[in-house]
């Protein structure tokens, strides 16, 4: 059997990637999430708030055996409050490194923790962004975060190959950022003002004139991702750059 446990399979790609996974029998999904709407034989469900930090370190990974693949996928992520710093409240940054970030942090050291010691393949894949790559104007924490994101995948990855000591690395890790999807954070995106954030307009014409690209289709993607995950070279990179 393969093991996925991810976080976010409420909506968006997170439940299309478990809905994908689970047309195959072999597969077991645990959602890790707010509010499910998935019901299936081979799904587990867990209500947890990524915001609410001891609700996340309570979380527990289970014993698997056997188990051919273990596989932890940081998918959810919110995009915050769009404002200038400055104009931000506080809570809401807070909640967004949370999310984006701290959740994502204290879940994967646990995986790494409790399966070490497991001969499955272990793979662990973090949904980042391209925002975590180049500023946007209304965007600061949720561009901070996902860049975060991208460098404690980095060195996750490094840990790994000094850990592994001239072996085959225990875990494989990708931070891999999905392009625009169509998803409910793009249609916060468009809600919001121009004096809040410049290039609003640009993201109305990307839904106007279909340049967005379904969960379907990056579910996909990332299914051949971690299908393939011994073949891929690289931590951080988008999509696109997956042949």
């Not at 940081?74 to 506080?90: D, F, Q, R, S």
């Not at 994967?108 to 104007?137: R, W």
């Not at 289709?217 to 997956?242: C, H, M, P, W």
């Amino acid at each position: 059997m393969n093991y996925y446990y991810i976080t976010g399979t409420a909506s968006g790609i997170g439940k299309e990637l478990a809905l994908q996974l689970l047309q195959n029998p072999l597969n077991k999904v645990i959602g890790i999430s707010r509010n499910n709407s998935i019901i299936h034989s081979n799904f587990e469900f867990h209500q947890v708030d990524l915001s609410d930090v001891d609700a996340v370190c309570n979380f527990k990974f289970k014993a698997h055996s056997p188990a051919e693949k273990i596989s932890l996928i940081n998918n959810a992520g919110m995009l915050g409050e769009v404002k200038h710093v400055g104009k931000l409240n506080a809570t809401a940054i807070a909640q967004n490194y949370l999310v984006n970030l701290v959740a994502l942090s204290i879940l994967t050291n646990s995986f790494i923790n409790f399966y070490n010691s497991s001969p499955a393949e272990k793979i662990i894949l973090n949904v980042s962004s391209g925002a975590g790559k180049a500023p946007v104007d209304g965007w600061a924490a949720y561009c901070a975060s996902k860049a975060a994101v991208d460098m404690f995948s980095r060195v996750v990855d490094e840990e790994q190959k000094i850990d592994a000591a001239g072996k085959e690395q225990n875990f494989k890790i990708f931070s891999v950022a999905p392009g625009k999807v169509d998803t409910a954070m793009q249609t916060e995106i468009r809600k919001a003002s121009k004096k809040d954030f410049s290039n609003v307009q640009n993201f109305i014409d990307f839904k106007n004139q279909d340049q967005l690209i379904s969960p379907q289709a990056v579910a996909e993607k990332y299914i051949q991702l971690l299908e393939n995950a011994d073949k891929i070279k690289g931590t951080v990179f988008s999509l696109r750059e997956l042949n």
